[in-house]
């Protein structure tokens, strides 16, 4: 590790850790020992990734749209995933790295953002599924990180929530929608299901006693709830609403536990996990691609904001 | 039915649709965060606008409703500006394309806020405050550009005078619109055309943009159907479920 705890201050460390354990939040200009100031520089900006890149997959389909209605609601949708993206810079950027860093460190390959975006989106009922999946994982995933113990995060975080249900919500009515439809319609929706379950499971992360930084962000609270805890909710939650509207999970183990009062499935494929991580998911590129090429297209835009601006602040102290 | 308001209302509606449309098509695609934000916001206010309008002409035609309006019609049977189906070839056209059509639809909008139809009023004294809002954006943009660094002012005069030859089309008069006029229906062209030539002017001013002289235009106007090769592919696109799956419901 970069940052080894032994070098910082064991006194500082402890007052850090007893405020942790107390629930006080720790704020930009409080003390905080490095490497969690690493990691949170990680995580907020993955975070902040995922919103951006998260626009990609949905926006594929706002031009196609098939009727005004779902085509604004989209529009909506993808809309706050920006707004989202905006919060989460914000909160980054109080832990003293700017906007312009985190994007280059995205275009250089050194940030991550959500393996989830790096599938395709090819019929319209993946717009239902992924709003109504992979937001509703994130939410699972957000509505815990709420309580997470640095401050911007958490204040960002509940700010995000009170939009994510709506983008659930819009998802499954979707998916919904179809299912009262066409057989062709109910064909896709099933598909968009069968495409999406298992990147949304995937979406919590490995097993806990796989994840690289899982104890030491449990123990500073960055982390509230374990990753397998999180993806058990999330089924929990889940496996109904499909069957509601008459679909089926794609996994043949699936079933209700009464004894413990969960879903039991089948473990997840994790080689394909690991291997779109690695950046051999079937969209990794393009979706970083459409990134830096967005941002060297809008240089010039940019550039000449920021000269307009520095001349009418000339103009300002010359009068 | 009144076939001159039901064309009226569908030049209306389907100028929004359309730029509205292209605005949908940017998105994630924006010079950054806030700016793709900003366009989507107006993208959805403009999309707003068209189904209200759509709304109205359906209710006009009888028949169908507003979603058959948007994405089953013919492409003769659109009657937007060729200015708004022009594709987002990069920013300086789709900012330029904005600022035109958004001096425009302010000083339409606020013409037709006193029109007799009382359906049109109200559409466009709602609308006005959101055109508003797009051209005083809009506008900002073009005296950044024009007034930013070297490459940005020739890169937006450049769109500019690409663009020049579709405004040609707002002040068109014809016989729709003409009587339409006379019942104080439709807005009066000649005045748009004055005000829409002073916002234009004062707005290039500041930008240093210089206003290019206006070339004899020889194509069939939107208005009446005609259309550009770019709009083929943009009805491909935005029709490609309806023509798919005709019936469906979704
Ligand atoms: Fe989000
Ligand atoms: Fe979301």
Redesign the interface.
């Known amino acids: 590790m970069a940052h080894e705890l032994e070098n910082e201050d064991p006194i500082k460390l402890a007052e850090f850790q007893a405020k942790i354990d107390a629930e006080i939040k720790i704020e930009p200009k409080d003390w905080m020992p490095e490497a969690y100031r690493q990691n949170l520089i990680r995580q907020i900006s993955q975070h902040a990734h995922s919103e951006v890149i998260g626009m990609q997959p949905e926006g594929n389909w706002v031009s196609r749209a098939p009727s005004l209605r779902s085509k604004k609601i989209l529009m909506a949708k993808i809309q706050d995933e920006a707004g989202h993206g905006l919060y989460l810079y914000c909160a980054a950027e109080t832990l003293g790295v700017s906007r312009d860093q985190y994007i280059q460190w995205l275009h250089e390959g050194k940030a991550k953002y959500a393996s989830v975006f790096n599938y395709p989106s090819p019929t319209w009922a993946d717009m239902g599924a992924i709003g109504w999946l992979v937001d509703g994982a994130a939410i699972v995933n957000q509505v815990s990180l709420q309580r997470t113990s640095y401050g911007p995060y958490a204040r960002a975080m509940v700010r995000i929530c009170m939009e994510e249900s709506f983008h659930q919500r819009q998802g499954y009515e979707i998916m919904a929608r179809l299912m009262e439809g066409s057989e062709a319609q109910r064909k896709m929706a099933q598909d968009a299901l069968d495409r999406w379950w298992w990147p949304s499971l995937m979406m919590f992360g490995p097993h806990d006693s796989d994840s690289a930084h899982s104890s030491q962000s449990m123990k500073w609270k960055i982390k509230r709830e374990s990753n397998d805890d999180l993806r058990q909710q999330f089924i929990d939650k889940t496996i109904p609403q499909a069957e509601l509207i008459g679909l089926k999970v794609p996994d043949e183990n699936a079933k209700w536990n009464a004894e413990t009062n969960h879903y039991e499935t089948s473990d997840i494929d994790w080689d394909e996990f690991w291997n779109v991580i690695k950046g051999n998911g079937p969209c990794n590129r393009h979706r970083l691609a459409h990134h830096i090429k967005a941002h060297k297209d809008g240089e010039w835009v940019r550039a000449a904001a920021q000269a307009f601006a520095m001349k009418q602040n000339n103009k300002l102290k010359i009068a | 039915m009144n076939t001159d308001l039901y064309k009226y209302t569908l030049r209306l509606a389907d100028n929004s649709l359309i730029l509205g449309?292209r605005l949908?098509?940017y998105?994630?695609?924006?010079?950054?965060?806030?700016?793709?934000?900003a366009l989507?916001?107006t993208?959805?206010d403009l999309?707003?606008q068209?189904?209200a309008l759509?709304k109205y002409a359906a209710e006009q035609n009888g028949t169908v409703d507003?979603?058959y309006l948007?994405?089953g019609r013919e492409e003769y049977e659109y009657a937007n500006f060729h200015l708004v189906e022009y594709p987002n070839e990069?920013?300086?056209y789709l900012i330029t394309r904005q600022f035109l059509m958004d001096v425009f639809n302010v000083v339409n909008y606020t013409l037709l806020k006193d029109s007799k139809d009382a359906m049109i009023a109200s559409i466009a004294a709602k609308s006005l405050k959101e055109v508003t809002y797009h051209l005083r954006r809009s506008s900002e943009w073009m005296?950044?550009?024009g007034?930013?660094?070297q490459?940005?002012h020739d890169?937006i005069q450049e769109c500019v005078n690409h663009l020049w030859m579709y405004t040609d089309e707002m002040f068109d008069l014809d016989e729709v619109h003409e009587r339409l006029q006379k019942e104080g229906i439709a807005s009066d062209l000649s005045v748009i055309k004055k005000q829409w030539h002073a916002k234009v002017d004062e707005v290039f001013e500041i930008a240093t943009i210089i206003k290019p002289e206006l070339p004899k235009y020889s194509l069939v106007y939107g208005k009446d159907g005609g259309h550009t090769d770019f709009m083929g592919y943009l009805l491909a696109?935005?029709q490609?479920?309806?023509n798919r799956?005709p019936?469906?419901?979704?």
């Open positions: 449309h949908s098509e998105i994630s695609c924006g010079p950054f965060l806030e700016e793709d934000l989507t916001n993208g959805l999309l707003g068209a189904e759509l507003e979603d948007a994405f990069d920013y300086g005296i950044r550009l007034d930013g660094t490459e940005s890169k696109e935005m490609f479920l309806k799956f019936k469906e419901v979704w």
